[in-house]
């Protein structure tokens, strides 16, 4: 499956109210170690279809997105599962080490405790 690209209006149905994980790739045109992974993402949809989705947000298109993810610095790669960020990968990274930090495994997305969230799980907070 290529990879979606998202905007305002599917980023809550594509993302946040997926029923499988979402890894997105927030970048811009201009940026050229964006474009060095973009190979990388289309390489890991192919390899990961129909267990995870692979989308991008360009930030110049969709600057509230981007705030609202905190992105400061890309090409920044989150990973989405219930609608909730669980991993994520800052820079320009070979396909396999993309897939590690981003926690990929044979049941979609790796490293998430239903039952916590994300600062909780950084910071050992129950």
Same mark, same amino acid.
């Given at each position: 499956?290529? &990879?979606?690209?998202?905007?305002?209006?599917?980023?809550?149905?594509? &993302?946040?109210?997926?029923?499988?994980?979402?890894? &997105?790739?927030?970048?811009?045109?201009?940026?050229? %170690?964006?474009?060095?992974?973009?190979?990388?993402?289309?390489?890991?949809?192919?390899?990961?279809?129909?267990?995870?989705?692979?989308?991008?947000?360009? /930030?110049?298109?969709?600057?509230? /997105?981007?705030?609202?993810?905190? /992105?400061?610095? /890309? %090409?920044?790669?989150?990973?989405?599962?219930? =609608?909730?960020?669980?991993n994520w990968c800052l820079g320009?990274? %070979?396909?396999? $080490?993309?897939?590690?930090? &981003?926690?990929?495994?044979?049941? =979609?997305?790796?490293?998430?405790?239903?039952?916590?969230?994300? $600062?909780?799980?950084?910071?050992?907070?129950?």
């Amino acid at each position: 499956m290529p &990879v979606l690209t998202l905007t305002t209006s599917n980023f809550r149905q594509e &993302v946040l109210e997926s029923d499988r994980p979402v890894i &997105v790739d927030f970048y811009a045109d201009w940026c050229g %170690p964006c474009k060095q992974i973009a190979p990388a993402m289309e390489a890991l949809s192919e390899k990961w279809d129909e267990r995870v989705r692979f989308a991008k947000v360009d /930030i110049d298109a969709h600057p509230e /997105i981007a705030r609202g993810y905190n /992105i400061s610095s /890309i %090409p920044e790669v989150l990973s989405f599962e219930n =609608g909730e960020v669980n991993n994520w990968c800052l820079g320009a990274k %070979p396909a396999y $080490l993309m897939e590690s930090e &981003v926690r990929l495994t044979k049941r =979609g997305v790796g490293g998430k405790d239903p039952n916590k969230s994300l $600062l909780a799980r950084l910071f050992g907070r129950p």
